[in-house]
């Protein structure tokens, strides 16, 4: 069935439509991720937006089952559902060899009730993208179905995939417990705590843990995390406050990855801003200042810190070898520090992956 991807600037790309087939819209980026559409898909980060796949040929290895670990969590997906508003590919294949694979690519995104669009150049879309900027997009089957253009970015979409409850997570041997707010977490960050004996206590986005009342009934924590997760972070950035504060004056031991990132600058005093295009693949080298190591990482954003906004006390960690963006920041003395790069991977490379011990490691330290 023949479909369109319109562009909110009247820049249309004709290709064929699989999937749910239904009119679709939301803003259109693209990632050069070669592998690991399942986890991709899956991001909640992802919310409210439709992605383009860079690579040519996208699920020639299928897609694995609903298989769950010891925790209930799920194995091979960063979320329970598809969080993408529409998918763009070059070409799809029905095809698939995998021993994982239980179905093809196209038979996971009808299940979902998701539209794709195939036949596209999605290298000449990515480079459309790179000249005039992210911007809204809709998958219709004609031209004559346009609807009303919506800024999804201007919605609280992190509201839209938090978890609605608290939901704690405990390994046999637990040497700590973290508060995890849930902006829209991928499953692996969760993983990785629990892999280092970590508890980890799942908050929806807008709790509020300076209480008396959460406190009596939760405890203490050793450690609180602020996820990734999509959209504006200005949209939640007042709400979330509170929280970075309270971890400051008592100095328990605070980390953010993505989103977590750009709350913490927020939080402190500095601005974010929306990027052009963003960041979202899995090669994006990164350099840490201070040591001087190199991580080749795995990204999704669309907003970056303003590293000249910092207050006194804070610094610029991290900075993208690219385009030179900052990939994260730290507090001179006090265990704060977060990084706009993905550590837990899933999908991309595991160099990062240390941050993790860095951080359980500092849980340790301040351990009361």
Not at 49 to 54: E, G, Y
Not at 89 to 118: L, M
Request: aromatic share 10%; net charge negative; hydrophobic share 35%.
């Amino acid at each position: 069935m023949k479909g369109y991807l319109v562009l909110a600037d009247g820049k249309i790309f004709e290709g064929e439509l699989f999937g749910s087939q239904k009119d679709t819209q939301g803003e259109t980026v693209f990632t050069t991720a070669m592998v690991g559409y399942e986890q991709t898909l899956t991001d909640p980060s992802f919310q409210g937006q439709i992605l383009t796949f860079t690579y040519p040929m996208i699920g020639n290895y299928g897609v694995p089952d609903q298989e769950r670990d010891e925790y209930g969590i799920l194995r091979y997906f960063e979320s329970e559902n598809i969080s993408v508003k529409g998918v763009v590919v070059c070409e799809y294949s029905t095809q698939f060899s995998h021993y994982r694979a239980k179905k093809s690519f196209p038979q996971w995104i009808k299940e979902n009730n998701i539209t794709g669009i195939s036949g596209i150049d999605t290298r000449e879309l990515t480079k459309y993208l790179r000249d005039h900027g992210s911007q809204a997009g809709q998958i219709v089957s004609s031209l004559d179905n346009l609807a009303e253009w919506k800024n999804s970015n201007e919605k609280n979409l992190v509201a839209e995939v938090s978890t609605p409850k608290i939901k704690t997570y405990t390994p046999k041997n637990s040497i700590a417990t973290v508060a995890v707010f849930d902006f829209g977490i991928k499953l692996n960050i969760i993983r990785e705590f629990l892999k280092r004996n970590i508890t980890v206590v799942l908050l929806p986005w807008d709790t509020d843990i300076t209480t008396k009342a959460f406190q009596e009934k939760n405890g203490k924590f050793d450690g609180i995390f602020f996820s990734n997760g999509p959209g504006d972070p200005k949209t939640i950035a007042n709400t979330v406050k509170k929280n970075v504060l309270f971890a400051l004056e008592h100095t328990i031991p605070l980390w953010g990855i993505c989103l977590g990132n750009q709350i913490l600058s927020l939080a402190i005093g500095g601005k974010t801003k929306k990027m052009k295009f963003g960041n979202r693949g899995a090669n994006v080298p990164c350099k840490e200042i201070e040591t001087g190591r190199c991580f080749v990482t795995s990204q999704n954003h669309g907003y970056e810190v303003d590293g000249d906004s910092l207050p006194t006390g804070w610094k610029v960690s991290w900075i993208n070898l690219n385009d030179k963006t900052v990939e994260g920041i730290t507090h001179e003395s006090l265990p704060a520090n977060s990084v706009q790069f993905h550590p837990e991977s899933c999908p991309g490379p595991e160099d990062a992956n240390i941050l993790f011990d860095d951080y359980v490691s500092t849980i340790l330290q301040y351990k009361k």
